[in-house]
C-alpha cells in the first residue's frame, strides 16, 4: 500500500477561526488537477524543507499525482473533498480511504486558522460514520508535531515504534443530518420488538498504513 502523508503547516496567520464563509463539496474528477495543484503547492511551500529523509518525499509525490489520485477516486478507494471560500475559489482539500484513513489535508496558508481544516476533519467523521458505517477514522501525523493539531480536532494518539516519523492517532466518528441514513424497514422494526431479529454490530478497526 501507498504510504500515508498528512502533512500540515503552522499557521502564518493569526486571524481566529470561523471569520469566512465556506462551502465544503466532494471533489468531482474534473477537478482532481486543481486539487493536486493545491496540495503540492502547500506541500513544497510549508513542509518540503522540514522532511529530512528523501523517500518521504519521494512517498509524497508518489501518491499525488493526477492518475493515481483520479483512479482511486474512480474505483471507490478514495473520496476527496474540497473547500471553498466566499468567492468559491477552492483554498483546502482533504482525501479519506474508503477504510477510513485520511490522506489529505491541506489548506493553504493564508486560509490556515479560520476553521478550513477543522471542518474538513469534522466533515470526514460525519462521512465515515453516515456513509462508510465506521466507527473511527485514523490518520498518520507527519511531521510529528502535527499531532497537536489533530488532538484539538477529538483524535487521539496511539503508542507508535519510535522508528517511524509520524504518529498514528484516530477519532471516532459522528453523526450528521447531512447525509442521509439508511431506512430500516417496518418488517425488521417489527421483528426487533418481537425479539425474533438478532442484530450483530460489526465494529471497523482502522489500521495502520506502512511506510514504504
Same mark, same amino acid.
Not at 468559491?88 to 482539500?93: E, H, I, L, P, S
Not at 491541506?106 to 470526514?124: I, S
Not at 422494526?189 to 495502520?208: K, P, R
Given at each position: 500500500?501507498?504510504? !500515508? ?6 499557521? @502564518?496567520?493569526? #486571524? ?5 464563509? #465556506? ?8 477537478? !482532481? ?11 513544497? =511551500? ?20 493526477? @492518475?493515481?489520485?483520479?483512479? $482511486?477516486?474512480?474505483?471507490?478507494? $478514495?473520496?476527496?473533498?474540497? *473547500? ?8 483546502? !482539500?482533504?482525501?479519506? &480511504?474508503? @477504510?477510513?484513513? %485520511?490522506?489529505?489535508?491541506?489548506? #493553504? +496558508? =493564508? ?8 471542518? /474538513? ?10 456513509? /462508510?458505517?465506521? *466507527? &473511527?477514522?485514523?490518520?498518520? *501525523?507527519? +511531521? *510529528? ?19 517511524? +516519523?509520524? !504518529? ?15 431506512? %430500516?424497514?417496518?418488517?425488521? %422494526? ?14 471497523? %478497526? ?7
Amino acid at each position: 500500500m501507498k504510504p !500515508v502523508m498528512v502533512l500540515l503547516k503552522k499557521a @502564518e496567520s493569526n #486571524m481566529e477561526e470561523g471569520n469566512s464563509k #465556506m462551502e465544503i463539496k466532494i471533489l468531482q474528477t474534473e477537478e !482532481v488537477p486543481k486539487a493536486v495543484q493545491l496540495a503540492r503547492g502547500v506541500f513544497e =511551500y510549508c513542509l518540503r524543507n522540514t522532511i529530512n529523509e528523501a523517500q518521504l518525499i519521494e512517498s509524497f509525490y508518489t501518491y499525488v499525482r493526477e @492518475e493515481n489520485i483520479r483512479q $482511486l477516486m474512480e474505483t471507490q478507494k $478514495l473520496t476527496i473533498w474540497a *473547500a471553498y471560500d466566499e468567492q468559491n475559489n477552492m483554498v483546502a !482539500v482533504s482525501g479519506m &480511504q474508503s @477504510e477510513g484513513h %485520511i490522506t489529505l489535508l491541506y489548506v #493553504m +496558508p =493564508y486560509y490556515q486558522r479560520r476553521g478550513y481544516g477543522k471542518k /474538513l476533519l469534522l466533515t470526514m467523521r460525519e462521512y465515515a460514520r453516515e456513509k /462508510l458505517e465506521l *466507527a &473511527q477514522v485514523t490518520v498518520n *501525523a507527519m +511531521p *510529528a508535531w502535527t499531532a497537536s493539531y489533530f488532538a484539538k480536532n477529538k483524535f487521539k494518539a496511539v503508542q507508535n515504534p519510535q522508528s517511524v +516519523p509520524y !504518529v498514528f492517532m484516530h477519532a471516532k466518528t459522528v453523526e450528521s443530518t447531512d447525509y442521509p441514513k439508511k431506512e %430500516i424497514p417496518t418488517a425488521a %422494526i417489527l421483528a426487533t420488538s418481537l425479539g425474533g431479529l438478532a442484530i450483530c454490530t460489526a465494529i471497523a %478497526i482502522a489500521f495502520i498504513m506502512q511506510l514504504l
